[in-house]
T-cell receptor, first 114, second 114 residues
Framework: DGGITQSPKYLFRKEGQNVTLSCEQNLNHDAMYWYRQDPGQGLRLIYYSQIVNDFQKGDIAEGYSVSREKKESFPLTVTSAQKNPTAFYLCASSILGRGTGELFFGEGSRLTVL | GQQVMQIPQYQHVQEGEDFTTYCNSS?????IQWYKQRPGGHPVFLIQ?????EVKKQKRLTFQFGEAKKNSSLHITATQTTDVGTYFC??????????????FGKGTKLSVKP
């Protein structure tokens, strides 16, 4: 089955700790994204990548970092510099250059900072 | 900055009643996408509209894109309990980047009473 796998599903972190969220896709999509969702809010773009070894900041990149060493993988690190990290994090992928630009989402990772 | 606004924020209906959510963009959009997120789930793509004045139907769901390509609506006829969830509209960010760089509305949360 093709899709996007995010892990962990739930994560608790103490203030001052970095945490890395995993995102793997087997859809052979070129583009990958990280969105953040807060209760009652829409999704906001953190980072995106259109090609291996390249990525760009989205609207709310401060306090986050990413890497794209493989086409299939796009991990997100939430650093201690992120002032309000408790949120639902969604990884997505899309085809580039053709099609609708439809986003395929993973099941999400819910991060709680204690 | 660029904004996408959705109303209403919440809608409670009796099963069998109709439901409509409205989406308004501060800028002209090249296309608009709609997603559905079930409670506790992740967003799932429903449709993309591209042409001015376009109307598309999916069974009981009717999607419209305004003539000026700044507004859109989703109408559900005779709601069912399976329609429960939050419906988001999303348009491409006007600074470009990837096709999947979307700005989302805050969503309309639909609850259906059996």
């Amino acid at each position: 089955d093709g899709g996007i796998t995010q892990s962990p599903k739930y994560l608790f972190r103490k203030e001052g700790q970095n945490v890395t969220l995993s995102c793997e896709q087997n859809l052979n999509h070129d583009a990958m994204y990280w969105y953040r969702q807060d209760p009652g809010q829409g999704l906001r773009l953190i980072y995106y990548s259109q090609i291996v070894n390249d990525f760009q900041k989205g609207d709310i990149a401060e306090g986050y970092s990413v890497s794209r060493e493989k086409k299939e993988s796009f991990p997100l690190t939430v650093t201690s510099a992120q002032k309000n990290p408790t949120a639902f994090y969604l990884c997505a992928s899309s085809i580039l250059g053709r099609g609708t630009g439809e986003l395929f989402f993973g099941e999400g990772s819910r991060l709680t900072v204690l | 900055g660029q904004q996408v606004m959705q109303i209403p924020q919440y809608q409670h209906v009796q099963e069998g009643e109709d439901f409509t959510t409205y989406c308004n963009s501060s800028t002209t959009l090249s296309n608009i996408q709609w997603y559905k997120q079930r409670p506790g789930g992740h967003p799932v793509f429903l449709i993309q509209l591209v042409k001015s004045g376009e109307v598309k139907k999916q069974k009981r769901l009717t999607f419209q894109f305004g003539e000026a390509k700044k507004n859109s609506s989703l109408h559900i006829t005779a709601t069912q309990t399976t329609d429960v969830g939050t419906y988001f509209c999303a348009g491409p960010m006007n600074y470009g980047g990837s096709q999947g760089n979307l700005i989302f509305g805050k969503g309309t949360k639909l609850s259906v009473k059996p």
